[in-house]
């Protein structure tokens, strides 16, 4: 099976940078999904990560170790908008299943 | 064309009754995912289809819960007898061809709430 780990609350002030870890342990790996939702929406995709490494998309970035099982996702120049909930997710290896944390609730403040 | 549809947008019933939500991924897309999502927790994964059939049903929470999905498009999602615990936000997702590297997006959602 999956488990997956993600800090349950982080508060971070506009500017600033922020980093939500995730670790996993899963039976079978493919890819890992970041989703940015905010209150009363649906997920939206900001990152896929296959290979190890730093994915860099604008203000936001996206990191994997395999090895370590550990992902994180870094918000920079953070603005009030950013507050949401970021969820970090784990595709198996069966096709089309990914797993979900309880994901991590941001709070940007001035 | 538009984004990912679901429907209804809020669906009330009374425990013991069947619902059907509906999902329309959208065009083109040939994957499509379904996701109930209970208050303030993460995504559980129900069900994934790839055309009209499902290659994994394995998340769906027990045999009063089944979908289908009908000429590669729309797809419903099921409730028998309902009970309290079904009360959540169920979401749809769809994505151009498999799970692997396309992004999924996802509709409103509809949310149910089971009396």
């Known amino acids: 099976g999956q488990n997956i780990d993600q800090p349950t609350e982080m508060t971070a002030t506009e500017g600033a940078i922020v980093q939500i870890n995730c670790t996993y342990q899963?039976?079978?790996?493919?890819?890992l999904f970041w989703y940015q939702q905010h209150a009363g929406e649906a997920p939206t995709f900001l990152s896929y990560n296959v290979l190890d490494g730093l994915e860099e998309k604008g203000r936001f970035s996206s990191f994997l170790s395999r090895s370590k099982g550990y992902s994180y996702l870094l918000l920079k120049e953070l603005q009030m908008k950013d507050s949401a909930s970021y969820l970090c997710?784990?595709?198996?290896?069966?096709?089309?299943?990914?797993?979900f944390g309880d994901g991590t609730t941001l709070t940007v403040k001035p | 064309g538009a984004g990912v549809s679901q429907s209804p947008s809020n669906k009330v019933t009374e425990k013991g009754k069947d619902v059907e939500l509906r999902c329309d991924p959208i065009?083109?897309?040939?994957?499509l995912y379904w996701y109930r999502q209970s208050l303030g927790q993460g995504l559980e994964f129900l069900i994934y289809f790839q055309g009209n059939s499902a290659p994994d049903k394995s998340g769906l929470p027990s045999d009063r819960f089944s979908a289908e999905r009908t000429g590669g498009s729309v797809s419903t999602l099921t409730i028998q007898r309902t009970q309290q615990e079904d009360s959540a936000v169920y979401l749809c997702?769809?994505?151009?061809?498999?799970?692997?590297?396309?992004?999924?997006?996802f509709g409103p959602g509809t949310r149910l709430t089971v009396l």
């Open positions: 065009s083109g897309h040939t994957a």
């Open positions: 997710a784990v595709q198996g290896t069966n096709a089309g299943k990914s797993t």
């Open positions: 899963t039976s079978g790996f493919n890819g």
């Open positions: 997702a769809s994505s151009f061809s498999g799970p692997s590297t396309d992004t999924q997006y």
